[in-house]
């Protein structure tokens, strides 16, 4: 077995160029898959640092990618060019980490509200560490492996270790942010980033080349080889493979909160219709009969003395109006608000029987299955008004004299039907026409209501052939699955 594993370790040796290729991919790919994600509004914290990780991903891929690319162009350029690139190396990999450090203190700031000098620590260590090598440079075309080494320790050290535990802990710190606004899903991801970035940093920060300062002339990553037998290059690259996945899948939330801010933006859409009608229904009906009235009492105030009889029978007629659009406002006052009830079938047979009393019309309520748990507040409240909106438009447009009101409980949906026998409609410039109608407004309301539920409705008529509404509503919504998956 142990023999069996040194050779495992000696052939990790002799192709580091794969080991290198696969760190680099990994690091590269999460930078591009950042970028197209910085450019997106969000009211996360994270999103406003990400951009900085986007340039460390790239960054650092490109360093990686250094040690394949360099050691080629020895037989192409002049030695003082390959040394040169390899000093261009050491910049660039020390780069990089001040990125990495860079966004883990844009994370801490946005976070914490406090300690906002750190702002400069990375820039300030990263000028520290260039100088330092700048100043122990050897000349061209002549260079020294210890230099080169002692810069990358170090860039390590100040840069690298701090970075990588500071992002660690930022990451986590997201997960209170991302439980206010309901996005459960990511957080397993923040904490698998956390603890990658921790683990990176021991294997990036810790074990450095070996160089002619403490404590890299002990802890380094020869040392590291000789104890674990794998070279510790490796761990880096599988660590640069888990920090891309979990960070690209964290990227997911700002899917999931685009997502919401459409529904929001539906929600919002379908309260403004909601007003457009109410103002609409008000305006035709209850104001208009008030402003009569008004007409009528002023045309009476004139009769007072000329014919006090015929003056004092129009106030009465008028109070009597008055007290009819009283009572209106009232039952539209109670049609807009749904029953507080826990049980959907209970409403709609109140709304039902309200209906029958109003209107006179024949109305069969059928029930199939039980429902398989509670429904949220909000559910029964939409399927009620979807129910009251059908119901309305029966009366206004159909002139039926019969109606089916219908609920079933299925394996997966929970399905509601409406049909009358009234006159029927042309539904097709209903889906299409923009500028609807004020007639059109219940169907659209209807519509988008339904979509709140992540439900589906179906309007078949025809003229001369009735009408048929039916709604279904999965049990993802009904169970409050969905309710607890996008809350916030």
Not at 129 to 135: A, D, G, R
Not at 201 to 225: D, I
Not at 246 to 262: G, H, N, P, Y
Not at 295 to 305: F, H, K, Q, T
Request: proline residues 4%; glycine residues 8%.
């Amino acid at each position: 077995m142990e023999t069996t594993f040194a050779t495992f370790g000696i052939f990790l040796q002799h192709n580091m160029i794969l080991i290198f290729f696969g760190y680099g991919l990994a690091f590269f790919s999460m930078g591009l898959a950042i970028a197209l994600q910085c450019r997106k509004q969000s009211n996360l914290r994270l999103s406003r640092s990400l951009c900085f990780l986007s340039i460390f991903g790239i960054l650092h891929g490109l360093s990686e990618w250094g040690y394949i690319f360099i050691p080629v162009q020895a037989d192409a350029y002049e030695p003082w060019v390959v040394n040169a690139l390899r000093a261009l190396h050491m910049v660039l990999l020390a780069g990089s980490f001040t990125f990495l450090f860079y966004f883990g203190v844009r994370l801490y700031l946005d976070t914490e509200k406090k300690h906002f000098w750190l702002r400069w620590v990375p820039v300030g260590l990263f000028s520290l560490w260039l100088l330092s090598f700048l100043h122990f440079r050897p000349h061209l075309p002549n260079i020294d492996e210890n230099w080169l080494h002692s810069g990358e320790a170090g860039a390590r050290y100040l840069l690298a270790l701090p970075g990588s535990i500071l992002s660690s802990y930022t990451i986590l710190r997201q997960k209170d942010q991302f439980e206010d606004l309901g996005i459960h899903h990511a957080i397993r991801n923040l904490h698998g980033a956390s603890a990658i970035f921790a683990v990176y940093g021991v294997a990036s920060g810790v074990f450095v080349p070996p160089a002619s300062f403490p404590p890299a002339t002990v802890l380094n990553t020869t040392l590291f080889l000789r104890l674990i037998g794998i070279p510790v290059q490796l761990f880096r690259a599988l660590g640069s493979v888990m920090i891309a996945y979990f960070v690209v899948r964290i990227l997911e939330a700002f899917d999931m909160e685009s997502t919401r801010r459409v529904e929001e933006l539906e929600r919002q859409r379908a309260v403004l219709r909601e007003r457009d009608r109410i103002s609409r229904d008000l305006h035709d009906g209850i104001i208009q009969a008030i402003y009569a009235v008004g007409l009528n009492l002023e045309d009476a105030c004139y009769l007072i003395d000329e014919n006090p009889e015929l003056a004092k029978k129009q106030i009465l007629g008028n109070m009597e109006r008055l007290n009819d659009s009283i009572r209106d406002i009232r039952r539209y006052i109670m049609d807009l608000r749904p029953p507080e009830t826990r049980n959907l079938q209970h409403s709609i047979t109140g709304l039902v029987e309200e209906f029958k009393n109003r209107t006179g019309l024949e109305v069969e309520v059928t029930f199939k299955g039980m429902p398989v748990a509670e429904m949220p507040p909000e559910v029964r409240s939409n399927i009620y008004l979807i129910a009251q909106e059908a119901l309305a438009n029966v009366v206004k447009h159909s002139g039926a004299s019969r109606v089916e009101v219908g609920i079933e409980f299925g394996e997966k949906v929970v399905r509601f039907l409406i049909r009358d026998n009234g006159a029927g409609f042309n539904y097709e410039p209903v889906q299409t026409v923009q500028g609807a109608p004020s007639y059109k407004f219940g169907l659209r309301n209807m519509v988008e209501r339904a979509q709140l539920l992540q439900g589906k409705l179906r309007v078949n008529s025809a003229p001369g052939r009735g009408t048929e509404i039916a709604l279904e509503v999965p049990y993802g919504v009904v169970t409050g699955e969905y309710a607890q998956n996008h809350a916030g």
